[in-house]
């Protein structure tokens, strides 16, 4: 909205300042950190009321529960306020013409609103753990495969993927863009669903993957930029920094309440949304690939738990003593805030290596 006060600059030059990126993405993450602050205590003792609450203990693993014990009755579904928070920012200060915000926020809303379902089945219908995984995988698909048929068959995007570390190797997928794209968006939400298991771990993760995106996605959008340090241009990708700035600003609004120990939980609504929001922007600037490096600790928990699936399947043997891997350092006697901040560590290291990587091709 603040964004078409540029155009009347010839009135006040100050408003001018509004048509500068930097500045919105800016102003964009102060806002979402402010409305989590202000109003997340609301929305906390709202949902405390409602007995919207987490039930921690595990059926399939009660060696868990002493850790997670404590936690019992935490409120949950958290990620309202912080969908709330992304998706208003966006509203104040993106160009809501540019089809790649259009385009990402309504990922956020649509995988907002299929967490708020699986969270809401969860509490009413004792004894399941949510919608099930074919019906969650479904309305998954849809949405990524309709992300990738817009990049197909929009000119202004590619099908071609840019491989890290190298300058001259590009593999163009074609047709097959739309499945690898769905894989994508699915993969990333999925992967910070199951790295939301500990007091703050996935929403520390998603703030330096946004930061990271962030910073790619104004790159992407610059045509110096883009054409000194031979990645792909595209035409008004830049914007997307304004919306990673946002969900940086969540993120950290989000983590005053959710550091150790936790006051509440983004629960499916938050996890879902963040991931598949992310995954989307990847695609979307042509970063696909580096997004497995940048968001390593959500591939390396999403992997730890397909390994363990097809280890017990295939020799009837876990790898794991559970999975997902903080489960396992939990029960390998890690402390969970040396987990956590370690996790965060690493995280910062794979941002780091990330970036790099645009220098070196």
């Not at 949902?47 to 404590?70: N, Q, T, W, Y």
């Not at 809501?96 to 299929?114: K, Q």
């Not at 930029?225 to 792909?232: A, D, G, H, K, R």
């Amino acid at each position: 909205m603040f964004y078409y006060l540029s155009e009347f600059k010839h009135l006040f030059f100050g408003l001018n300042i509004f048509r500068y990126i930097t500045f919105r993405s800016a102003m964009a993450g102060l806002t979402t950190f402010l409305f989590c602050v202000v109003f997340g205590p609301f929305i906390i003792e709202r949902l405390k009321k409602m007995k919207v609450r987490e039930i921690s203990k595990r059926a399939d693993c009660p060696d868990l529960d002493p850790f997670h014990g404590p936690k019992e009755g935490t409120p949950t579904m958290g990620g309202i306020f912080i969908v709330a928070g992304i998706l208003f920012s966006v509203f104040l200060w993106a160009d809501l013409g540019n089809r790649y915000i259009l385009l990402t926020a309504f990922t956020c809303a649509y995988l907002a609103v299929l967490g708020w379902f699986d969270d809401y089945v969860k509490l009413t219908q004792k004894g399941r753990r949510g919608l099930t995984k074919r019906t969650k995988l479904l309305w998954e698909i849809a949405l990524g495969c309709f992300i990738g048929s817009y990049v197909y068959f929009n000119p202004d995007t590619a099908t071609k993927l840019d491989i890290p570390f190298l300058k001259e190797f590009i593999i163009d997928l074609s047709i097959l863009y739309i499945p690898f794209a769905a894989l994508v968006v699915i993969g990333t939400s999925n992967a910070v669903n199951l790295t939301d298991g500990l007091d703050g771990l996935a929403i520390g993760c998603v703030l330096i993957v946004s930061l990271t995106l962030a910073v790619l996605s104004y790159i992407t959008g610059h045509l110096a930029f883009s054409q000194y340090l031979f990645i792909p241009y595209i035409s008004g990708a830049g914007e997307l920094a304004v919306f990673c700035s946002a969900v940086m600003g969540a993120s950290l609004g989000f983590l005053w309440f959710n550091c150790h120990p936790a006051t509440i939980f983004m629960g499916d609504v938050g996890s879902l949304s963040l991931g598949g929001t992310l995954g989307v922007i990847a695609v979307l600037i042509k970063k696909e690939l580096l997004l497995f490096i940048a968001g390593g600790i959500f591939v390396m928990e999403a992997v730890s738990v397909i390994m363990q699936i097809f280890s017990v399947r295939l020799r009837g043997k876990k790898i794991f003593k559970v999975s997902p891997l903080h489960h396992h350092l939990q029960l390998s006697g890690w402390h969970e805030s040396k987990i956590i901040i370690r996790f965060w560590i690493i995280a910062i290291i794979l941002a780091m290596i990330t970036l790099i990587t645009l220098k070196i091709r």
